[in-house]
């Protein structure tokens, strides 16, 4: 059974801390994505990596970094969280060669609370 | 801008009934339409997807329809049970690129 595995269910921050959130996928997927979902505005992308060190922004990438050292490992990093980033992310990972038919996998989520 | 909108955020339909969601897009260059579903504290799962080349892809319970000269597609669910009660994201994607986007979600409540 395919997983995509992400590190904390729930988290809690303060405005100004540094913030990682990690994802570890066991399909060995090429491509790896971060997503928030906040209500009313659905998924939005923040960043995606199609290989290893590789790394692209998506829709919203604003505040955020991402590092992919080993296929398997996806991290978003909010360098300095502030409030309008409490949001439930989600990442993602997929096998690249399905073209359009490229289907998602995502994690269970992390809500993230920043105070 | 949102290139995918569902504008139903909520549907609530009798067991045993049909559910209808609906999705409107509106970049032409989208071939690819995805369905996903999303239970509470779990990830979004792939349910149904249909190819621009189709107008009607079936699975089970769950039929999309597309309409591409409306931009609009929907999904059908027959007949509904409350285990299908979840949110819907439609979603799209253009061939060749690596971006999926997303439509806000419609909430469904299948009533008992």
């Known amino acids: 059974d395919v997983k995509v595995t992400q590190s904390s269910r729930y988290l809690v921050k303060r405005t100004g801390e540094k913030v990682f959130l990690e994802c570890v996928q066991d399909?060995?997927?090429?491509?790896m994505f971060w997503y928030r979902q906040d209500p009313g505005l659905g998924l939005r992308l923040i960043y995606f990596s199609y290989d290893v060190k590789m790394k692209e922004k998506g829709d919203i990438p604003e505040g955020y970094s991402v590092s992919r050292e080993k296929k398997e490992r996806f991290s978003l990093i909010l360098e300095s969280a502030s409030t309008n980033q409490t949001s439930m992310y989600l990442c993602?990972?997929?096998?690249?060669?399905?073209?359009?038919?490229?289907?998602?996998?995502f994690g269970s989520g992390t809500q993230l609370s920043v105070l | 801008d949102q290139q995918v909108k569902q504008n139903s955020p909520s549907l609530s339909v009798q067991e045993g009934r049909i559910s209808i969601l609906n999705c409107d897009y509106t970049?032409?260059?989208?071939?690819?339409f995805l369905w996903y579903k999303k239970y509470p504290a779990e990830g979004p799962t792939f349910l149904i997807s249909i190819s621009s080349i189709k107008d009607k892809n079936e699975d089970g319970r769950f039929t999309v329809f597309l309409n591409k000269s409306a931009k609009h597609l929907s999904l059908h669910i027959v007949p509904s049970q409350p285990g299908d009660s979840a949110v819907y994201f439609c979603?799209?994607?253009?061939?060749?690129?690596?971006?999926?986007?997303f439509g806000a979600g419609t909430r469904l409540f299948v009533k008992a």
């Open positions: 993602a990972s997929s096998f690249p060669l399905q073209g359009a038919h490229e289907k998602l996998f």
């Open positions: 979603a799209a994607r253009v061939g060749g690129g690596f971006k999926t986007i």
């Open positions: 970049n032409s260059m989208f071939d690819y």
């Open positions: 399909m060995d997927h090429e491509n």
